[in-house]
Nanobody
């Protein structure tokens, strides 16, 4: 069993920055692809970013490209999501997820179904 705990959410001003953390326990993070999702009120959950376990290649949904960065520290079993130039539409509950499968790709379609372990989420609110 893998447990994931997100942190770093809160109130952010539009144009500002925030960094979310996802700490894993129960198993090593080294061989697991990691992804960030978000869900705004009244919407479906969408993929935001993904990072490979092997080569560390990263992928982003269109709305996040150029603004968000995903990184990982395997020694600390932690994955991060750095969010810059934040917009009110970034307001959502943010979740991290992982699996041993090689799940990351340019397309986020179907990604959610390949991830078995999820955190409880952390809320991010971006004010105007």
């Amino acid at each position: 069993q893998v447990q994931l705990v997100e942190s770093g959410g809160g109130l952010v001003q539009a144009g500002g920055s925030a960094t979310l953390s996802c700490a894993a326990s129960g198993r090593t993070l080294n061989n697991y692809d990691m992804a960030w999702f978000r869900q705004a009120p009244g919407t479906e959950r969408e993929g935001v970013a993904c990072i490979n376990s092997g080569d560390g290649r990263t992928y982003f949904t269109d709305s996040a490209k150029g603004r968000f960065t995903i990184s990982r520290d395997n020694a600390k079993k932690t994955v991060y999501l750095e969010m810059n130039n934040m917009k009110p539409e970034d307001t959502a509950d943010y979740y991290c997820a992982t699996d041993t499968n090689y799940v990351c790709s340019e397309s986020f379609a179907g990604l959610e179904g390949w991830l078995r372990w999820w955190g409880q989420g952390t809320q991010v609110v971006v004010s105007s």
